[in-house]
Nanobody, 120 residues
């Protein structure tokens, strides 16, 4: 069974940092695009950023310059380093894997999510 398991969420003060991890279980995704999405209460899911199989990264304008995505194919994992966090970053963050890059929230695989709460 293929799973994406996110860890690293929590409560942090505005201006702080968190690092989310996503581990793939059951298959390798070294050639896939790995992305992070987030969903706040009452809002649609939002693209945060992605890293392609070739290592190219893309970010939403709302996180550009503050968030960094990286991957370690040897560990079958992807990471989201979040700095200068703002209360509006509060959401459930999901890891996702897809055969190609897209900002649309319909990836082939998606994890259960991890809660990030930023207090003001």
């Amino acid at each position: 069974q293929v799973q994406l398991v996110e860890t690293g969420g929590g409560l942090v003060q505005a201006g702080g940092s968190l690092r989310l991890s996503c581990a793939a279980i059951g298959r390798t995704f070294s050639g896939h695009t790995m992305a992070w999405f987030r969903q706040a209460p009452g809002k649609e899911g939002e693209f945060v950023g992605a890293i392609t199989g070739g290592g190219n990264t893309r970010y939403s304008d709302s996180v550009k310059g503050r968030f960094t995505i990286s991957r370690d194919n040897a560990k079958n994992s992807v990471y989201l380093q979040m700095n200068s966090l703002k209360p509006e970053d509060t959401a459930v963050y999901y890891c996702a894997a897809n055969r190609y890059f897209t900002t649309t929230n319909n990836y082939d695989y998606r994890g259960q999510g991890t809660q990030v709460t930023v207090s003001s």
